[in-house]
Every structure is written in C-alpha cells, then in structure tokens.
C-alpha cells in the first residue's frame, strides 16, 4: 500500500529530482517543468485534482496518481471523477500496470459494481455515444481480468 502522506519527491531517486531541479531552473518560464518541481514538494492527498489529472495526461508520477484517484473515488463512492473525462479514466486506468491495479483490486470492484449494477454506462447518453459505450465497456472488461 502506498503512503498517501509522502512526498513525490520521497518516491525518486536523487539523480530523477536533479533533473527535475534542472528542468525547472532551465525552462523556469514554461510552466510545465515549474509545476512538475511545485507538485514533488506535495503529497497525494494534498495533490488537487487539476494535479492529479496533470500527472496522468503528463505520464508524470501516473501510477501513484493513479492510485490517488482510485482512492478518491472509493471514498466518494462515484466511478466518476472531477473533470477528468470518465473515458479518459478509464482508458488510463486499463493501461496502468496490473501490479498496481491488483493492489487495489478490491477498491476497483467495487467502482466496476457500481457501473454496472446502476447500469451508468447505458445511463450516460448525454454524454457518450454508442460506440463510446462499448470502448468503455472494454476498458471496464480490461480491468476486470486483473489478478
């Protein structure tokens, strides 16, 4: 189980926040190597959601980011999250590795059981077309299989 109260900086090494350091100070006005410098001195729980959507999209800490999220959802009981794009999520999640997944096996179950037995896929025509539908469904089915 990962540590939520940690650092990101706490899971690289010292030569992985070196560059970090080196990025920020040499494109110090791009704000992507500045954010990626701000958000190693923060914990997962203190991670906004902006953050936490930032750090999947930029493959930057995607696993630990990940798993925040898989425990944000449990907590709040919603297979949806903020304003991450609910195919996005799921798209993200089928492809993070299943040493990850499986620690969280249980958690994902029950987000899975709540798409389901609320039957929230076929529920969300407003926003997703049949097609749509489906990759979601295999995206569900992908995450499904892991031990």
């Not at 899971?11 to 100070?25: D, K, M």
């Not at 089928?94 to 037995?117: F, Q, T, Y």
């Not at 990759?135 to 089915?141: A, C, E, F, H, V």
Request: net charge negative; charged share 30%.
């Amino acid at each position: 189980m990962i540590n939520r109260k940690m650092t990101l900086k706490e899971f690289l090494t010292n030569e992985e926040y070196e560059g970090v350091i080196q990025n920020a100070t040499q494109y110090s006005d791009m704000s992507l190597p500045v954010w990626h410098l701000e958000v190693t001195g923060k914990c997962l729980c203190e991670l906004s959601n902006f953050d936490l959507i930032r750090c999947i999209r930029q493959d930057v800490f995607k696993d630990l980011a990940t798993v925040e999220i898989i425990e944000r959802i449990d907590e709040q009981n919603t297979p949806f999250y903020a304003d991450i794009d609910s195919m996005e999520l799921m798209e993200k999640l089928s492809s993070i590795s299943s040493e990850v997944l499986s620690a969280h096996k249980s958690k994902l179950d029950r987000m899975i059981e709540n798409v389901e037995k609320n039957n929230l896929i076929d529920l969300a025509d407003v926003w997703m077309f049949d097609e749509q539908k489906e990759t979601y469904q295999g995206y569900i089915n992908i995450i499904k299989k892991i031990n």
